[in-house]
């Protein structure tokens, strides 16, 4: 039983010493031209504008953090979400008869999760919604 052992032993070390002495292989790689130009128009689809200057919709994240009738109140808690955090951008809109304000860029969800449980104790009716989102902003 021994023996066996010894010889495989040997049989293993001579196996890896000849496949480590085989590093000398040659790669060529083959690809369709168009590979290129498919992956730089994916890089411009995610931040949103094309070589041309177009710009297109990229979707992602943001909280709300008001929706009610009040004009006067709305402006207050944009400016309120503006004194804790002026590193994100506000976006007020008015969809007859009551007023939102939304705040954020985010590309993924956890992260706009992440400022929605920050802002609860602040904000109570925060939510968070799929939107077309600035991409510019959401990079930075």
């Keep these: 039983m021994k023996f ?8 293993f070390t001579l196996a ?9 292989a040659k790669v ?10 498919l992956i730089a128009r994916r890089i411009a689809l995610t931040k949103g504008v094309l070589k041309d200057g177009t710009t297109i919709p990229v979707y992602g994240y943001r909280v709300q953090i008001y929706y009610g ?10 400016a309120r979400f503006k004194s804790y955090y002026p ?3 506000t976006y007020l809109s008015y969809m007859q008869p009551n007023y939102s304000i939304k705040v954020g ?8 999760q992440k400022l929605s449980n920050d802002l609860r104790p602040a904000f109570p009716t925060v939510f968070v919604f799929n939107l077309p989102i600035n991409p510019l902003k959401a990079d930075e």
């Design 69 to 78: 009738p009040d004009r006067k109140q709305a402006y207050n808690e944009q």
């Design 4 to 11: 066996k052992n010894n010889i495989l032993i040997i049989a």
């Design 105 to 112: 860029d985010f590309r993924n969800k956890a992260d706009a």
């Design 87 to 89: 590193e994100y951008e």
């Design 28 to 37: 060529t790689v083959v690809k369709n031209p168009l590979i290129d130009s």
């Design 16 to 24: 890896s010493f000849f496949a480590s002495a085989q590093n000398e």
